[in-house]
C-alpha cells in the first residue's frame, strides 16, 4: 500500500490552496467537477480523510465513514437530477487502472448517453 502524499492536488483543493467548482461538501467530504470532463456532468466525490485509493479507503476508514461517503454519492445524484436519466460511477484504483491522483475518489458521470463499455 502506497503512503499518502499530503501534496497531491486533491489534498491542496480540500485545503483551499487550488480552488475548485464545487457541488457539495461537508466536514467529511467534497464533491467537485472535473476539470477535463468526460461527460456532459463530470464531478469528483472525495473524502477529507487522507487515503490513497478504494481500497486504502476501506481498509482504514470506519464503517460509519464508509456508508456515509457511499450515502453521499446517491446525495450527488439527487442533487444534479440524474437518478432517472442514468449515470456512471468509477473509481481507478493503481497503475493498470490509470489512477492520476493518489487520494481515492469517485468519478460520477451523466447528463448524456455515456455509451458501452468496451472490452478487450
Excluded at 45 to 68: C, H, N, Q, R
Aim: hydrophobic share 35%; with cysteine; aromatic share 10%.
Amino acid at each position: 500500500m502506497k503512503e499518502y502524499n499530503n501534496t497531491n492536488i486533491f489534498a491542496k483543493i480540500i485545503r483551499g490552496e487550488i480552488p475548485c467548482n464545487k457541488v457539495y461538501e461537508d466536514k467529511e467530504a467534497l464533491c467537485f467537477y472535473d476539470i477535463n470532463p468526460q461527460a456532459k456532468i463530470h464531478v469528483l466525490l472525495i473524502p477529507k480523510g487522507e487515503y490513497v485509493s478504494y481500497d486504502d479507503f476501506v481498509d482504514k476508514a470506519d464503517d460509519k465513514t464508509i456508508v456515509s461517503f457511499f450515502n453521499k454519492i446517491n446525495l450527488i445524484i439527487k442533487k444534479l437530477k440524474l437518478e432517472t436519466s442514468g449515470f456512471r460511477i468509477i473509481s481507478n484504483t493503481g497503475i493498470n487502472a490509470n489512477q492520476e491522483v493518489p487520494h481515492f475518489h469517485i468519478h460520477i458521470l451523466g447528463g448524456e448517453n455515456l455509451g458501452g463499455i468496451n472490452s478487450k
